[in-house]
């Protein structure tokens, strides 16, 4: 097998995990976030982390499934056969609505131990219906040697409003937010879909936010996630010119949202 960068190694621990999860009833969870946008946005950008939102079960019954996992055999075999180890895993900052697992990994024969964390959310106000049951792309499974997990994923309404949100809300500005949400604003405009179907209570702010963001940031927090190959693409006038258009984008959904009513 080919030796993979450090966000590839990650990368193999998310897919055996979730194809571990997916192979008992997976009607619970919905994948969101980086690796969703990895998966079925073809977002060039690898997820350090991976998150995803539970319904109809208690957060007792998640850290049941997830830790059971975890420990299980399958997991274990699923990850000895990618030739990467699970060195250790700890419960973190467990609430009713938020579950969090730090988890280390390391490629056989290597002794760099890589710091991945699973999170579930449970906050009804962020759970959307706007979700399909998909199967990951074969061709992105295929360098692992992985069967594709098939799971339920949030849809691009859902993947842009709670990337704006993210942007907006967060108490220190994420360089990947803007990233993802140049790719996704793209390809919606491109598909000219109705703006008028998001969420735009926040489009304003985090088009402010937009321009805050550095290049130093990007190359800390994006680039070690880009392949070798595209990371040449983005300097500092490429990056400057997505913060803008991400804000224009943005601040376009604030002048067009209907005044007095909200959409979601």
């Keep these: 097998m080919q030796r993979r960068t450090p966000a590839q190694v990650i990368?193999?621990?998310?897919?055996?995990?979730?194809?571990?999860?997916?192979?008992?009833?997976?009607?619970?969870?919905v994948l969101k976030g980086g690796a969703n946008l990895r998966y079925f946005f073809g977002s060039p950008r690898y997820?350090?982390?991976?998150?995803?939102?539970?319904?109809?079960?208690?957060?007792?019954?998640?850290?049941?499934?997830?830790?059971?996992?975890?420990?299980?055999?399958?997991?274990s075999?699923?990850?000895?056969?990618?030739?990467?180890?699970?060195?250790?895993?700890?419960?973190?900052?467990?609430?009713?609505?938020?579950?969090?697992?730090?988890?280390?990994?390391?490629?056989?024969a290597t002794t760099e131990v890589l710091r991945t964390k699973i999170e579930f959310s449970g906050r009804s106000s962020h759970v959307s219906d706007d979700w399909l049951f998909q199967s990951v792309p074969?061709?992105?499974?295929?360098?692992?040697?992985?069967?594709?997990?098939?799971?339920?994923?949030?849809?691009?309404?859902?993947?842009?409003n709670q990337k704006i949100a993210a942007l907006a809300l967060r108490s220190e500005t994420k360089a990947r937010d803007v990233f993802d949400l140049e790719l996704l604003l793209r390809q919606r405009r491109a598909e000219n879909g109705p703006f008028?179907?998001?969420?735009?209570?926040?489009?304003?702010?985090?088009?402010?936010r937009a321009l805050e963001i550095t290049y130093a940031s990007f190359m800390s927090e994006v680039a070690p996630f880009l392949d070798d190959v595209l990371l040449q693409l983005y300097d500092a006038r490429t990056?400057?010119?997505?913060c803008r258009d991400v804000s224009s984008w943005l601040n376009e959904l604030d002048v067009e949202k209907p005044r007095g009513g909200h959409h979601s």
């Design 138 to 160: 074969e061709s992105l499974v295929r360098p692992y040697a992985l069967r594709a997990p098939a799971l339920r994923r949030y849809g691009a309404t859902s993947a842009i």
């Design 77 to 108: 075999q699923l990850t000895r056969a990618t030739q990467i180890d699970i060195v250790e895993w700890s419960a973190h900052k467990q609430t009713p609505t938020t579950l969090r697992w730090k988890v280390g990994v390391r490629a056989i």
């Design 239 to 242: 990056w400057e010119v997505m």
């Design 11 to 29: 990368e193999t621990f998310h897919l055996a995990f979730l194809l571990a999860l997916c192979a008992r009833p997976s009607e619970w969870f």
């Design 196 to 208: 008028g179907t998001l969420d735009t209570t926040h489009a304003k702010t985090a088009a402010e």
């Design 47 to 75: 997820s350090n982390d991976i998150d995803l939102d539970f319904t109809a079960r208690p957060a007792w019954g998640v850290a049941r499934a997830v830790e059971s996992v975890l420990n299980g055999a399958a997991l």
